[in-house]
């Protein structure tokens, strides 16, 4: 008789004290998975922070584009139309044709007038 009421008592603490016990582990692993995604996962917090750091990046970048862009075209507005500008001729010419370096100094002078007959 003492025998199986150490067997029940065993049932008991089994009952009452692990299987809660696994339950509720099993229950805070499910709750720490979600967590974890909730954080790092592909929409998580962290890449939230990610995705604006780079938009700011992009936004400089953009910024710098807009600048050159526009460097660009205040260039090619002296090139193109009816009067072409002489300095940007004369240096684009000099590029092409190879007889410009980087460092010369190109001083340009009026033309001499036409001669009397």
């Known amino acids: 008789m003492f025998a199986q009421s150490g067997g029940m008592f065993a049932r008991h603490v089994l009952r009452s004290f692990v299987i809660p016990l696994l339950?509720?582990?099993?229950?805070?692993?499910v709750a720490s998975y979600f967590v974890w995604h909730g954080v790092n996962g592909q929409r998580g917090l962290k890449t939230g922070v990610e995705y604006e750091q780079r938009i700011a990046e992009l936004r400089a970048e953009l910024g710098g584009l807009k600048a050159e862009r526009a460097q660009w075209e205040r260039k090619l507005a002296l090139v193109r139309g009816d009067v072409v500008d002489a300095d940007i001729l004369d240096e684009e010419a000099r590029l092409v044709l190879?007889?410009?370096h980087r460092n010369d100094i190109v001083i340009l002078t009026p033309p001499a007038p036409p001669a009397r007959r």
């Open 23 to 29: 339950l509720y582990g099993a229950a805070g692993l």
């Open 98 to 100: 190879g007889r410009a």
